[in-house]
């Protein structure tokens, strides 16, 4: 770049010396954030919002500082409290434009490096930025231009627009201006963040917007199916599958809303939802598909699934949440993903985590939520205590936003809005249609329920597994996962016993699985002990199945396990056990005991009954407070920062993701990182060389140097400690210098 040119006011600056003009980032910002936010009618408050967000960067005491310490993190503001603070001059720009969009774009432009924050505390920033800093007038007086300055701010977007009356409609009003918020802020976030990397990274603006359409991915989906039909053996379950994909595309053609797609286990419902989202998104202009799984570990299924009928030139995106940034660093926020595929498999975490986020790594995704169908896989393991402000959430982009949903699975919560479930879908359409009689047809396992409350050690299981030559046994914890699997091992010392458990990364579960199929087709025995990460969406089959005794939908899906082909001559068995241990602290324990409640009152319950699953999740939302954090008030009071800390789904509250050394692969992608720095392609591959651990042990093991951080932004397991994960069980935390919590 010529001399001259890097004398004129800069956004970014190598340690090259190649500089960014800080007017052409803003421009650019403003026309992709006004791309981003077109489909809700927001495209010139995007606009707007981008031509102001860094025009604080035009200080002289900015523009002095980015070329003393010039390179990638110069303009990284961190907490805005420092001298790198170049967001306040634009938030106050529009706090001081004043009305509603005024308000909301002061909040976005303050929060596209620290996050969207708190009224009261943006507020109280704004003054300080105000009368300490005049922020705004060195912004002026470094020549910011005019007709950026006095650009006017373009009206509310009609959808925010109706008439309020009661309390309720100013409420629900308030929460739908919140999210409209969300999703603005996210259009920024998103082209900021696109723009920076094109300016460091030419390349990737060339592969941006390339893959392929939703036309084209129907076209092989169908032709996938057909596929899969014509060779399939002509079986109940076979045509109760051309029933359901039948069902599928008529229901596609109804207008954008809440659908229910109620398929028993094993009844395909993993490519006909898929098949119900493409036509749907076809018929009415929608933009993507996205698939919220309820377990990390069952997302590389689901998407290896969706490769095989789509492709593998960039239709299906597979994005769990365990490497996404959480820290502010000069590299990851833009290697956080955006979600730029027509099919994204994720997390319900990652999903629903992400509609309540307010950092901009973590929100930048969410406009890719306008006009799209969501499908809720295995909807029934939507946390209770989140319930409402979730429903909410997802209700707003139904009904404001153009979107979707599908809730899918085969025992319905039934999330409608009811007398027991106030805050309820207003309405949801159920994809098949009751004559199918689905649960009827598709009846594969008998139940046989534990008698009294006695519980056999895993020794007596192990003994009483070792006898099947089929079998799969469910846990309620990892724990117990190694012992019953030590146990068969003794009792039967050859290779017929299998284990698998979140502690081993995806890519190990998928060989354990792939090897399981093998021995299978070969008629070899296979045994198979796995925590309940097996339950949804993995797609095994056994003639007998022992499930600990949990939840009535975790039994459910145990039992979907089982004769899941319908190729035997009976009917399959499910054997339900009680445990010697007690399920994970939470929901699961709130489960148990109300099946066992409805046990007493019938001992022969029956798990194909629709009204079994409608009284067990009444009792079971009853039974907890669905707004438990007070979230709504949070939302209602614009606390996005108090927000974002509360709506942490249980689940994962204790856990931190931490990178093992399975395969070489992984050490490569590692220097990779070390010497150029985190990418969304190389946090993508490392997705699947990850597990949970607990938070205070991984904390431990990096003080201690048995793991440590890699570009700020993953934590790797160090070389020293290779031996603690191993072939058979994955990572084993007492081998990493002792552990405190393994679930």
Sequence with gaps: MEPSVLKEPLAHLTAEGKGHLLIDHLKDVAQLAREFAAPFDSGEVGYVAGLWHDIGKYAANFQKMIREKNGFEAHIEGDASGPRDHSSAGAILADDKGGAVGKAVSFLIAGHHAGLANRAQLRERLSRKRDEARCLERAVEGGAPTSILEMGLPTLPSRLEWKTSSKADVDARTRVFEMWMRLVFSALCDADFLDTERFYDEAKAERRGQGPQIGDLLVRLKSHLDALE????????????????????????????????????????????????????????????????????????????????????????????????????????????????????????????????????????????????????????????????????????????????????????????????????????????????????????????????????????????????????????????????????????????????????????????????????????????????????????????????????????????????????????????????????????????????????????????????????????????????????????????DVAELFTLIEDEWSEPIVVPFGDAAWNVIGEIEKWGPSRERLRFLQRLTVNVARRDRDTWVEKGYARWVGETVVVLDESFSGAYTNRFGLVPTMVGGASYVV
């Design 230 to 641: 014509k060779g399939a053996r002509d079986t109940e379950v076979n045509r109760a599958r051309a029933d359901v994909r039948k069902a599928c595309k008529e229901a596609a053609h109804l207008n954008p809303g809440v659908f229910s797609l109620t398929v028993p286990t094993g009844g395909g419902k993993t490519l006909a939802s898929l098949a119900f989202a493409l036509e749907h998104a076809q018929t009415h202009g929608l933009r993507r598909v996205v698939v919220g799984i309820p377990f990390t570990s069952i997302i590389e299924q689901t998407a290896d699934v969706y490769r095989k009928a789509l492709g593998s030139d960039g239709a299906v995106l597979e994005h769990h949440s365990a490497l996404d940034p959480r820290s502010e660093t000069p590299y990851n926020r833009i290697a956080s993903d955006n979600w730029d595929a027509p099919v994204i498999v994720t997390t319900t975490v990652q999903l629903l985590e992400s509609l309540f986020a307010n950092r901009p790594g973590r929100c930048r995704k969410l406009h890719r939520l306008v006009k799209s169908v969501i499908v809720l896989d295995e909807a029934q393991t939507l946390p209770p205590g989140l319930l409402e402000p979730a429903i909410d959430g997802l209700h707003t982009l139904v009904k404001h936003f153009g979107a979707s949903i599908v809730i899918c699975t085969a025992t319905q919560p039934a999330l409608n809005k009811s007398t027991w479930l106030t805050s309820g879908f207003e309405k949801v359409h159920e994809i098949i249609p009751e004559s199918y009689n689905l649960f009827s047809r598709l009846k594969r396992v008998e139940t046989r329920w534990p008698l009294g409350d006695s519980a056999p050690s895993y020794a007596e299981l192990a003994r009483e597994i070792a006898g099947e030559r089929d079998v799969l046994a469910i846990v309620h914890k990892r724990d117990d996962a190694r012992v019953l699997t030590k146990h068969l091992d003794e009792l039967l010392q050859d290779e017929s016993t299998f284990h698998l458990s979140a502690l081993m990364c995806a890519e190990h579960r998928s060989k354990v699985l792939a090897t399981i199929k093998e021995k299978k087709l070969r008629g070899e025995p296979v045994r198979l002990v796995s925590t309940q990460l097996v339950e949804a969406g993995v797609d095994v089959d056994f003639a007998v199945v022992y499930r600990a005794l949990g939840g009535l939908d975790s039994l459910a899906q145990a039992a979907g396990r089982c004769n899941r082909e319908g190729l035997l001559d009976g009917l399959g068995q499910l054997r339900v056990y009680q445990a010697p241990t007690q399920p994970p602290r939470g929901v699961p324990v709130a489960a148990l005991g109300i099946t066992k409640g409805m046990l007493r009152t019938d001992p022969h319950l029956d798990l194909n009954a629709k009204d079994s699953f409608r009284r067990y999740f009444q009792q079971l939302y009853a039974s907890r407070n669905l707004d438990e954090k007070q979230i709504q008030l949070a939302r209602r009071e614009y606390r996005f920062k």
